[in-house]
């Protein structure tokens, strides 16, 4: 029966499928959903301000200090686990603030691969989110993983480990970013097994690093290119 | 200092890639068996494509991502069948090319290809399922959503009726 299915067949034409195209319209779309949600939410920090501002006192009250600047800039997000619907929601928002974080960085830098960040649900000890994506920076090709530690009280000390250099390390390097955060980063080993590390203290107990194992080229970004990266994704972070 | 973590994590655009790539021709072929049409088979197998880019996290993570992709490609066809009519027309300024269109004479005589005309699209993507892609009798079954039993009685009743005109078919 399977000849009589090749007869049937024939020789196929030549396929009109363009997967590259397909994988692009697949991105912009995810694109769009993103620059929705972003949107959405400056309206919704908008409205509150509108809100707070069509809220006059009436005359003759003292004056009293205007909050409402406050409120509008405050668009920071919040990794929310409390919920497996709100994780990846979260793992989203936090996938479009690396994206724009590299771009203002490093502006020629390309996602080869797309950066596809993750919401792992380990239940009360401690969700976190971890991805990877591929850049291309001024014809350097890298993976990068990007994982965030930590979240509870009493994961604090195992948090903050992540910010310390083991003892006589070279290339570790630890320090505070411009925003007040701390901060960690390393830049060592040899070939294949060099490795350029940078990680951030976030809110909640939590830290943010990012692991990048060089080509042979060398690395796609510094580590302290990726600690400034980082730096603006936790100031986004609330 | 933490290891990187692992390897699992290369769930890459590029993975995707590969996998479509290597597939590409056989969803195309069993597209065309199932709707005879190879404008029709590129849209549908687009159509997956796209679908399987969406969801590929979830694709690689199946117990058998071919079957998992073969079940978004029979899911296509079957949602295509059901849309109405007039929505599946599309008038063009141009003529169709028809120059891809097997020689109707030839083909068109093949006892297997008079059935499949006659079949309903469910009942063809079970055939071909079966007999061209060599899926077990569970596994179209789960492609296409159907008990195991309904699979069996098609493919039974196909294939008496194909032994009834041309009695070399197994």
């Not at chain 1, 396929?15 to 959903?33: E, F, G, K, M, Y």
């Not at chain 1, 009250?61 to 686990?81: C, M, Y």
């Not at chain 1, 591929?134 to 910010?163: C, D, P, W, Y």
């Not at chain 2, 549908?44 to 796209?50: C, F, G, K």
Request: aromatic share 6%; proline share 6%; charged share 25%.
């Amino acid at each position: 029966m399977r000849e009589q299915f090749d007869e049937i067949v024939g020789t196929p034409p030549p396929s009109t499928i363009d997967t590259h195209v397909l994988a692009r319209r697949v991105r912009r779309t995810r694109d769009a959903r993103r620059a929705g949600i972003a949107a959405t939410a400056i309206v919704a920090a908008g409205l509150t301000g509108g809100l707070l501002v069509g809220n006059n006192p009436p005359v003759g009250t003292p004056p009293v200090p205007d909050n409402t600047a406050i409120a509008q800039a405050d668009n920071r997000i919040e990794l929310k686990s409390d919920t497996r619907s709100n994780g990846e929601a979260s793992a989203e928002r936090l996938a479009a603030l690396i994206e724009d974080a590299v771009a203002d960085v490093a502006p020629g830098a390309v996602w080869i691969n797309a950066l596809d960040v993750r919401f792992i649900d380990a239940g009360p000890e401690g969700s976190q989110w971890s991805g990877s994506g591929g850049l291309e920076v001024g014809g350097r090709f890298g993976n990068i993983f990007v994982m965030t530690v930590g979240g509870r009280a009493e994961h604090e000390k195992a948090g903050q480990s992540g910010l310390s250099c083991p003892p006589d390390m070279s290339g570790c390097t630890e320090g505070t970013s411009p925003g007040g955060r701390k901060t960690m980063t390393f830049d060592g080993g040899e070939g294949s097994s060099r490795l350029v590390r940078a990680a951030i203290e976030l809110p909640g107990n939590r830290i943010i690093a990012v692991h990048h194992i060089p080509e042979q080229s060398g690395p796609v970004l510094s580590a302290a290119q990726f600690l400034q990266i980082f730096d603006a994704v936790a100031a986004q972070i609330k | 200092m933490p290891p990187p973590p692992g390897r699992y994590l290369l769930a890459t655009t590029a993975d995707c890639h590969t996998f479509v790539a290597e597939r590409l021709d056989r969803w195309r072929r069993s597209a065309y068996l199932m709707c005879d049409d190879w404008h029709l088979a590129d849209d549908l197998v687009s159509d997956a494509v796209m679908l399987l880019y969406r969801h590929w996290s979830r694709v690689r993570r199946a117990d058998n991502p071919d079957a998992y992709a073969q079940k978004i490609l029979a899911r296509c066809w079957l949602t295509e069948r059901r849309r109405a009519w007039w929505r599946r027309e599309r008038t063009t300024d141009t003529m169709p090319v028809t120059s891809h269109r097997q020689d109707e004479r030839v083909i068109d005589r093949l006892p297997l290809a008079q059935m499949l005309k006659t079949l309903g699209p469910r009942q063809r993507a079970t055939l071909i399922l079966r007999y061209y892609l060599d899926y077990s009798v569970d596994e179209t079954a789960e492609i296409l959503g159907v008990a195991p039993s309904t699979v069996r009685a098609q493919c039974t009743r196909a294939l008496e009726e194909l032994r009834s005109t041309s009695p070399t078919i197994h």
